[in-house]
């Protein structure tokens, strides 16, 4: 079965605090997303990756970083978190032209 | 820039009954359309999509019809059933990304309530 795995369910940091959150993915997509979901504000693109090493800000991209040094591992950074960051984030990956994403089960983040 | 708006929820039906979930979009040029759903405690999941004007999606008993000349995607299924409770979000595609990613745009997600 194919599979989007994120390390964290449920977080829980204090402000200022630096902030990781991987995903990984097993079916060799060259494109990897981060999404973060809030009630009324749907699916909002932080960051995505096209490629290792490659990267591209999406919407909100402000507060946040990215690293993607394999293929199969795309990771989120807080450098400092906000209580404002208190959300649930959502990995995802594609092949290339492609419109279907496959989403893993989220990361809950709560800053404290 | 793309957008999606979709009708507000929550949505609550008896079983069996009729459910239509309204999706407009607002785009340049000729994107792709999907629904996709989330149910309780788990990740997003592609429901049905359709990627050009007039192709009808459909899955697990659910259909859409992509109209370009409504702008709109609205997800139907005849005959819901308390399993189909989740919350359902409509997106466009945007091709154009860097390396050939699609950028999906979502709308803010209707969530559906089906009791017995």
């Known amino acids: 079965d194919v599979k989007v795995t994120q390390s964290s369910r449920y977080l829980v940091k204090r402000t200022g605090e630096k902030v990781f959150l991987e995903c990984v993915q097993d079916?060799?997509?060259?494109?990897m997303f981060w999404y973060r979901q809030d009630p009324g504000l749907g699916l909002r693109l932080i960051y995505f990756?096209?490629?290792?090493?490659?990267?591209e800000k999406g919407d909100i991209p402000e507060g946040y970083s990215v690293s993607r040094e394999k293929k199969e591992r795309f990771s989120l950074i807080l450098e400092s978190a906000s209580t404002n960051q208190t959300s649930m984030y959502l990995c995802?990956?594609?092949?290339?032209?492609?419109?279907?994403?496959?989403f893993g089960e989220g990361s809950r983040l709560t800053v404290l | 820039g793309n957008s999606v708006t979709q009708m507000e929820g929550p949505v609550t039906l008896s079983e069996e009954a009729f459910l239509t979930i309204n999706c407009t979009y607002t785009a340049t040029g000729y994107p792709s359309l999907f629904w996709y759903v989330q149910y309780p405690g788990e990740g997003l999941q592609l429901l049905l999509k359709?990627?050009?004007?007039?192709d009808k999606g459909s899955n697990k008993g659910f259909e859409a019809t992509y109209r370009k000349e409504t702008t709109s995607f609205h997800l139907e299924k005849g005959s819901v059933q308390v399993s189909d409770s989740a919350v359902y979000f409509c997106a466009l595609s945007d091709l154009g990304l860097t390396g050939g990613g699609n950028k999906l745009t979502f709308g803010t997600g209707t969530q559906l309530k089906v009791e017995l």
């Open positions: 995802a990956s594609s092949r290339v032209f492609t419109g279907e994403l496959f």
């Open positions: 079916m060799d997509h060259e494109n």
């Open positions: 359709a990627t050009k004007a007039d």
């Open positions: 990756s096209y490629d290792v090493k490659m990267k």
